[in-house]
């Protein structure tokens, strides 16, 4: 009688806060061997202590950058008195360089909304499951990158380059009617660098993933090139001098 | 855990045990119930995985993201205690906040760069997003939101940027409004409705300052609570349907 009371209680303990007990022990290599409670970790401490680590990190940054750099103040507002260069801030920079090559409707509103469209559209064109969680997917999608990029790079730089030199807007007027060289020229420019990469790795049967990685860099790498572009290399007048030359008193950094 | 006998009447007063609905989180039971219990802590699950973890995944980018959300937050409503947004008090306040307000120039520091920060770390963001393929589904609307939380927060940067009324924000708003007024068909209307009018003035600098310190803000924690409950609904990060590394 005592025995078995002390039995039961052994299997049904009371006042403990164990809530979980081994049922059985198992061998085996179905899909969840591998994959068990060993690769991962309780979020308490290990997720929190990373999220306050950051946390530190990033005040501490924006602290000892706060001490040493002041934001900027300039003169009060005056809207008789236009500021040269109107410079907007370096995050809209690149749009504004835009702007001095072709129509604002087309660099301001159109790219801008199809480039928002592409953003919202795509995990719903690219809807393959595979892949996801790894960066660049496979090596073949590390390569397309790297390509893409230095390609856009060189292609962006070449086309703001170019119509700075012989600006479009200049040389053809009275040759041609101003829509070709403030849309249909520069529109058509930009679509056949944005679609060379997607030709070329069609034809070499790239997939869906593949084709966005092309497009996505491609939107980047020119939002950069443009950026550093209306950034560090416009002065006075939004007029394009190189960084080593720019006129006195005109410093980019001094109010970004 | 030993603890000394004072520590001990605390931890077990009913006070204490109506804050802390767990014991000390030295075992499994109780590293559970810390994060269930909490509030802040509940938008992690009870266990993640380590590859979820892997610094290199994710570099943190979402959560340095939210933290300099929070620090805007935070110096942003100390600016507020000063800070007139009227053309004839603007520029002054500002002055007054850099000269004569303790840690004013500080804080207003604070605040312009994590302004800054936080559009670079969201642009990044969603580049990591992307080149990890996260954005796969399940987690296409996540991707959906982020887009519109990056379209919140240039909209967050570009409204602040008018407040200090100085020569530099006026001429920016300007440049910025004026491209709206392209927009085909729309535009002249977009324009005048974002100005108050047909140029930058009191009308501008009130509309500005609502969306920037109310609209914009409350839109955000919105839906960056979203965003994160999502990310838990999704099943955490895109980094566990990865194969295993081994
Ligand atoms: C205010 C801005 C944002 C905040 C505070 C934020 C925050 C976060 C956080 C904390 C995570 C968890 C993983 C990590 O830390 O990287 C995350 C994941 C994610 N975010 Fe964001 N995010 C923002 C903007 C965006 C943007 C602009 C996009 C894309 C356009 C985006 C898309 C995603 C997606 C798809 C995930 C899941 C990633 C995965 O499973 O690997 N988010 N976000």
Redesign the interface.
């Known amino acids: 009688m005592t025995n078995e009371l002390s039995a039961n209680e052994e299997i049904f303990p009371k006042g403990t806060n164990k809530s979980y007990a081994i049922v059985e022990l198992v061998r085996g290599d179905g899909p969840m061997v591998g994959k068990g409670p060993e690769k991962t970790v309780f979020s308490f401490p290990v997720v929190l202590l990373w999220e306050v680590l950051l946390l530190l990190g990033v005040t501490l940054a924006l602290f000892l950058f706060s001490l040493i750099k002041q934001a900027p103040l300039d003169a009060i507002a005056n809207p008789q008195v236009t500021t040269d260069p109107a410079k907007a801030p370096w995050y809209f920079v690149g749009l504004q360089e835009l702007l001095e090559h072709m129509h604002p409707t087309l660099a301001g509103i159109i790219i801008p909304g199809i480039l928002v469209l592409f953003l919202v559209s795509l995990p719903y064109l690219d809807h393959s499951r595979t892949h996801a969680g790894v960066w660049f997917s496979t090596r073949r999608g590390k390569r397309i990158t790297v390509w893409t990029a230095l390609y856009t790079a060189i292609a962006m730089i070449a086309f703001i380059a170019l119509d700075n030199a012989f600006s479009m807007r200049e040389s053809l007027r009275g040759v041609a009617p101003p829509w070709v060289a403030q849309w249909l020229l520069p529109a058509l420019i930009l679509a056949v660098i944005v679609l060379i990469p997607v030709v070329v790795l069609r034809r070499k049967g790239a997939s869906t993933r593949e084709v966005m990685i092309a497009l996505f860099t491609v939107m980047l790498a020119s939002a950069v090139v443009l950026t550093i572009s209306g950034f560090l290399f416009r002065g006075p007048g939004f007029e394009m001098f190189p960084p080593w030359n720019m006129p006195d008193g005109y410093n980019p950094w001094n109010d970004f | 855990m030993a603890q000394s006998k004072p520590i001990e009447r605390l931890t077990q007063s009913r006070v204490w045990r109506s804050f802390f609905r767990h014991?000390w989180?030295d075992?499994?039971?109780d590293?559970?119930l810390?994060?269930t219990s909490n509030i802040f802590?509940h938008l992690?699950?009870?266990?993640?995985?380590?590859?979820s973890?892997r610094w290199n995944?994710s570099f943190?980018l979402g959560?340095?993201a939210a933290?300099?959300y929070g620090?805007l937050v935070f110096t942003g409503i100390l600016l507020m205690f000063y800070y007139v947004p009227s053309?004839e008090r603007a520029?002054p306040t500002?002055?007054e906040i850099?000269l004569s307000v303790p840690l004013g120039?500080?804080t207003?520091?604070?605040?312009?760069?994590?302004a800054?920060?936080m559009?670079l770390v969201v642009?990044l963001h969603m580049?990591r997003v992307?080149?990890?393929?996260?954005?796969?589904?399940p987690?296409?609307f996540n991707?959906?939101i982020g887009?519109i939380l990056l379209?919140l927060t240039?909209g967050a940067?570009?409204t602040g940027?008018l407040l200090?009324?100085?020569?530099?924000?006026?001429?920016?708003i300007?440049?910025?409004t004026?491209?709206?007024g392209?927009?085909?068909v729309a535009?002249p209307v977009m324009r005048e409705l974002l100005l108050g009018g047909t140029?930058?003035s009191q009308n501008t600098l009130i509309r500005f300052y609502t969306l920037h310190i109310a609209l914009l803000p409350a839109s955000l924690v919105l839906l960056i609570s979203v965003h994160f409950w999502r990310v838990r609904k999704d099943g955490g990060?895109?980094?566990?349907?990865?194969p295993?590394a081994e």
């Not at chain 2, 992690?44 to 590859?51: T, W």
């Not at chain 2, 200090?164 to 920016?172: G, I, K, V």
């Open positions: 014991g989180p075992n499994p039971l590293r559970s810390t994060m802590f992690h699950p009870v266990k993640v995985s380590r590859k973890l995944y943190g959560i340095m933290i300099l620090v053309v520029y500002m002055k850099q120039q500080f207003r520091n604070m605040h312009r760069w994590a800054h920060a559009v642009i580049a992307f080149y990890t393929g996260a954005y796969k589904p987690r296409e991707w959906v887009v379209l240039l940067s570009f940027y200090p009324w100085d020569q530099l924000s006026y001429w920016a300007t440049v910025g004026n491209i709206a392209y927009a085909p535009g140029e930058v990060l895109a980094a566990n349907e990865a295993d």
